[in-house]
């Protein structure tokens, strides 16, 4: 049982063989991962029932509680609720344009409809960690006003309980497993929310919606000469901000010629990217680690300009060849035992 009255269910017995790393811990199994056929995820075993998802409901509802509530002991108050609503009104003008000056006619992108793709939060009923992860999920879904039928959701472990509980919400379930590569509407603006997913992952998405107008939609990136022409463009040309891991720590804690070989697409895009931090929570407060390392990213037209747009990047590889499907093919085998193992030790306990 954890400090805050729930229990965790732990893995006995086999131990996978890539171990998790700090940024994982405390998820039951590896993050949103590949599989090189894109076939739809067939790990839904067991059944769920109203009690577990009344219960999954509860534990929700005290995490945010947990989330939300001022700290009174700290004299300090809550730092994270504070500033959000201040940090998400910057999301807001970024994915609408307001936030690009150097173009009034950007500013015709507020019509446009907004969405989330949420990959990677990982198994709800058993983690704290994406517990949190889905209370803020909720929260942005608020903050932007966003329709609940406008967001989507996929993890390839997701169990029935989790499955029952997004469609309580209204989100809509991506049907499967896309390994990252899931190709954005140009008619949405989009908040990429990935929590904590594998740098591959955030590569293959990237490499997947390699567009200009998608990335950092502007008149000016419409590519015509005629205002009006462009004007009209920009507004069937969708802009993302990327809730995720910062790309950064990926870029610059590995030799140049690894990231360009595993990482091309992020390699490419980092240096150009906007940043907007996540509110910071207390030191030592129960929902650090789920939002640990987590920033929103964007590209501003005027960055936009320096990338390469017309070259789409290479499939990542490692140093032995080894293309990164086939690489994470092997990491999803080792979170489904893990997960396999924690399942059956929760069933021998029920």
Known sequence: MDDDGFT???SKGRTPRRQQSGRDKGKAV???AYD?????STFYGGSTSED???????????????LLDDDQASGKGNTFLKRWKDQMS?????LTGDDDTS???????????????CLGIGIVNESRESQFQLVLLDMLREALEIPPENVWVYDPLFQPVDLALLKSRGYQLIPKNECGKHKLDPEYQTLAYMPHCPGKLYDAFLRENWNRRLMCSSAESSGGSDNASGVEQARRSGRVVLLANDFRGYIENAPRSQIQNELPSLYRLTPHLSTIPLPTLLSGHIASNAFNSLIFQYLDSARGQAVDWDTIPPVGWDKEGVTETEVIASEIQDGLEFSIGSLSLQD???
């Open 348 to 350: 021998s306990n029920n």
């Open 103 to 117: 173009d009034p006619s950007t500013t015709c992108q507020t019509s446009m409809p907004v969405q989330i793709v």
């Open 52 to 66: 577990k998802l009344e219960k999954v409901l509860a534990i929700l509802q005290t995490r945010r509680r947990q």
């Open 8 to 10: 965790i269910v732990k």
């Open 36 to 40: 090189t056929r894109g076939q739809t």
């Open 30 to 32: 590896s993050r949103l």
């Open 90 to 94: 910057q999301v807001r003008s970024v």
